[in-house]
């Protein structure tokens, strides 16, 4: 009688089982079946019309820091301009206190607000 019992209790929890482990597998089935779909919505023009617009972003900012660039390299800059602001910042490196220097537009009195202003840092 005590096998009958236990082969009764046994039963549902084999049924419980296989009715979970098929649920299990459908589910998996349905997740397969739905992968594809899913990528199949991407628009690939829309992709392809971010990917220019970022594109086209990337090329003017690296248009404008040319430019920038262009603009700071016609700023006149006295030599001796250069070696103040380089001692009084404590500064080994004379490209940065030429930079700071043509950020102020060649004013060595700008330039030493602005590194006065930043923290004691020569800006970049």
């Given at each position: 009688m005590a096998d009958d019992d236990r082969d009764e209790e046994e039963q549902p929890q084999?049924?419980?089982k296989d009715r979970q482990g098929r649920e299990a597998a459908a589910a998996m089935k349905s997740?397969?079946?739905?992968?594809?779909?899913?990528?199949?919505?991407?628009?690939?023009?829309?992709v392809q019309q971010a990917?220019?617009?970022?594109?086209?972003?990337?090329?003017?900012?690296?248009?404008?820091?040319r430019?920038?660039?262009?603009?700071?390299?016609?700023?006149?800059?006295?030599?001796?301009?250069i070696d103040v602001l380089a001692a009084e910042c404590e500064c080994k490196d004379r490209k940065a206190a030429e930079r700071a220097l043509r950020l102020a537009g060649g004013d060595l009195r700008r330039?030493?607000?602005?590194?006065?202003?930043?923290?004691?840092?020569?800006?970049?």
């Open positions: 084999e049924d419980l997740m397969d079946q739905e992968g594809p779909e899913k990528e199949q919505k991407i628009d690939a023009s829309k990917m220019q617009t970022l594109f086209a972003a990337q090329k003017a900012s690296k248009d404008a820091e430019a920038r660039e262009k603009e700071l390299a016609a700023v006149k800059v006295a030599k001796e301009d330039a030493l607000q602005a590194y006065l202003e930043a923290g004691g840092v020569l800006a970049a």
